[in-house]
């Protein structure tokens, strides 16, 4: 039975977490070439300003008791109307191991209706940095300012034995993510008022930009948004996950199912100097895939900016206009 938990410090879990995540290799290639300030659209160029409204970003992040444990509280300011984080255990599908679940509710009426956002993780993160990054007080202050408030949910994705388990049921059956989100986080999450596609988003940073996009066009009938940042779309590793499973890796292999994305609004963020060789181009390189087969998306490109949680803080206020425009009015 899932129950509420107060989780150990962060910084802890995450120092254990690394040491099970050590396996991940990822070829690194620098890369310096600058492909300009500004931010491409669609099929278009516009400047930022035409994007995403100026909103104001803060260094924290509001938490409910909960949380405060696990990074400290800094409180938000008097007249912004914050939301708060829980935090719960949820049986892993093989019933050998229970999982973190990040929760952030905004502080409106009846939010147990709200849409929903699954947000997941890199490697090697943990659900709670998102958190940390700042996303409670910019989402406090975005709500505030008159927006469609929603629901954010932060599963661990981590493995049992590798952190690397790019959100997919794995060959050797034992770390089943896919799974956990769809069967376990879902239901546990959504309870008494299931969602609808129209009212529910996957979203993620890096390995969980992949399993944002893998997860939504493996399912497009549960998924009408989604939002990959420094993700990638193809099988970086076929011989782990995915045991060297042809039949396993092509299905899931984002590039080679564009054509399940029709109908879904699609978010692709990466940096200019992300020095991931895993990622490099592969934001461009979907975004063409798509537009060959008439499905629109949205590229944005953002100047200097690297693969890590600055990357992420900044792109906030683009993510949530992103869906803001999504939701069912």
Do not use: C, K
């Not at 310096?32 to 100026?54: D, E, H, M, Q, Y």
């Not at 309870?191 to 992949?210: C, E, L, T």
């Not at 080679?256 to 879904?264: C, D, F, P, W, Y």
């Not at 629109?296 to 949680?309: G, R």
Request: glycine share 10%; proline share 7%.
């Amino acid at each position: 039975m899932p129950s509420t938990h107060s989780p150990r410090p962060l910084a802890a879990e995450r120092s254990h977490a690394i040491e099970q995540r050590r396996a991940r290799r990822i070829v690194v290639r620098r890369r310096r070439a600058r492909i300009g300030r500004i931010w491409r659209v669609a099929r278009g160029v516009v400047p930022l300003a035409a994007v995403v409204a100026p909103l104001a970003l803060a260094s924290h992040d509001s938490r409910s008791s909960t949380a405060q444990a696990a990074s400290g509280d800094v409180g938000a300011p008097a007249a912004v109307a914050r939301g708060h984080v829980t935090v719960r255990m949820l049986d892993a599908p093989t019933g050998v191991r229970r999982q973190h679940v990040w929760i952030y509710w905004p502080s409106v009426p009846n939010s147990r209706s709200l849409p929903i956002v699954y947000w997941l993780h890199g490697v090697p993160d943990l659900p709670g940095e998102i958190f940390q990054a700042g996303l409670g007080h910019t989402l406090d202050a975005y709500f505030a300012a008159g927006h469609r408030p929603f629901v954010v949910v932060a599963p661990d994705g981590s493995g049992a034995f590798s952190g690397d388990t790019e959100w997919a049921d794995a060959a050797n059956g034992v770390d089943r993510e896919e799974s956990f989100l769809l069967h376990s986080v879902m239901p546990a999450i959504e309870g008494r008022f299931p969602r609808d596609r129209a009212h529910r988003a996957i979203a993620g940073f890096s390995m969980g930009g992949y399993g944002a996009m893998n997860v939504a066009l493996r399912h497009p009938d549960l998924f009408g948004q989604v939002a990959s940042l420094s993700g990638y779309f193809h099988v970086d590793d076929p011989q782990g996950v995915f045991g060297g499973r042809a039949e396993l890796v092509a299905a899931n292999s984002p590039d080679q199912h564009v054509q399940h994305a029709r109908g879904m609004r699609i978010l692709l963020d990466v940096g200019t100097q992300d020095d991931q060789g895993v990622v490099h181009g592969e934001a461009q390189r979907f975004w063409h895939l798509l537009g060959r087969v008439g499905i629109p998306s949205t590229l944005i490109v953002a100047p200097e900016a690297q693969h890590n949680y600055t990357f992420v803080h900044s792109q906030f206020p683009v993510i949530e206009t992103f869906l803001d425009f999504g939701w069912p009015s």
